[in-house]
């Protein structure tokens, strides 16, 4: 198993920044992908951004350019970050950390969710 905790949530206003971290700890191993996804209310669970076990990462189009996902494999719980700058309205949503494993079975793993509110 893979517990995650997610931090760095809170109340910012349009174009200001927070970042998320996420501590994952456990069974780290086979570990394929990290990444963050956000679900805004009435609205489906969206990716937001990944990072594979290479370091290659995806962000979503609406993210681009203004969010940074990185890692922290050197430190034991492993830990995800999310910088979000320039904050938009549509940020707003509750962000939740995921971690994907491939090994003999494929599972994912997700956590309680932290939640950016992006108000003036």
């Known amino acids: 198993q893979v517990q995650l905790v997610e931090s760095g949530g809170g109340l910012v206003q349009p174009g200001g920044s927070l970042r998320l971290s996420c501590a994952a700890s456990?069974?780290?191993?086979?570990?394929?992908?990290m990444g963050w996804y956000r679900q805004a209310p009435g609205k489906q669970r969206e990716l937001v951004a990944t990072?594979?076990?290479?370091?290659?990462?995806?962000?979503a189009d609406s993210v681009k350019e203004r969010f940074t996902i990185s890692r922290d494999n050197a430190k034991n719980p492993i830990y995800l970050y999310l910088q979000m700058n320039s904050l938009k309205l549509e940020d707003t949503a509750t962000y939740y950390c995921?971690?994907?494993?491939?090994?003999?079975?494929?599972?994912?793993?997700w956590g309680q969710g932290t939640q950016v509110t992006v108000s003036s």
């Open positions: 995921n971690v994907e494993r491939r090994g003999i079975v494929r599972d994912t793993f």
């Open positions: 990072i594979l076990s290479g370091g290659l990462t995806n962000y």
């Open positions: 456990g069974s780290l191993f086979s570990i394929y992908a």
